[in-house]
């Protein structure tokens, strides 16, 4: 994977680079008719449940072409990270990581909107310590 750094004012972002490796799996189909976004994440989070990682796969796969319709950052990186688990459970190591990397990724992007001025007026001391 490739990353590109790139700085405007005080705000950093990075951008992916095009990889053959971090495309979508061809082997998935489309989703089938009337299926919602969040219909297939629920079957998909219920068959990761009982340990049905193949169909788990199938469910999340089809949710996260669905998700991508609706723009749902945050319930496309629940998702992967989820089907990330499922491809580490069934030995599909390199599936995983794409998944995971998909994730840092939109959450790295997320970060980057975030300029340097409103993290060095943010008040750390108010901050309570997690327990």
């Known amino acids: ?4 750094r790139q700085s405007v004012g005080h ?6 680079l095009s990889s053959p490796h971090l495309a979508s799996p061809s082997s ?7 299926v919602s976004a ?11 449940k009982q340990g049905k990682y193949a169909d788990a796969i199938k469910w999340l796969s089809w949710a996260v072409i669905l998700l991508e319709k609706t723009c749902d950052g945050a319930a496309s990186m629940e998702v ?3 089907r990330a688990s499922c491809y580490k459970e069934v030995g599909e190591y390199k599936k995983a990581v794409v998944d995971c990397t998909k994730v ?16 060095k ?10 327990t």
């Open 80 to 82: 992967l990270s989820s």
């Open 38 to 48: 969040s219909a297939a994440k629920n079957k998909g989070m219920d068959n990761y």
């Open 28 to 34: 998935v189909q489309t989703p089938p008719t009337g």
């Open 11 to 16: 705000v950093l972002s990075y951008k992916m």
């Open 121 to 130: 007026d943010f008040n750390y001391e108010t901050v309570e310590p997690s």
């Open 1 to 4: 994977m490739q990353l590109m």
């Open 104 to 119: 840092l990724m939109r959450y790295i992007r997320t970060l980057s909107t975030c300029s340097l001025d409103t993290l």
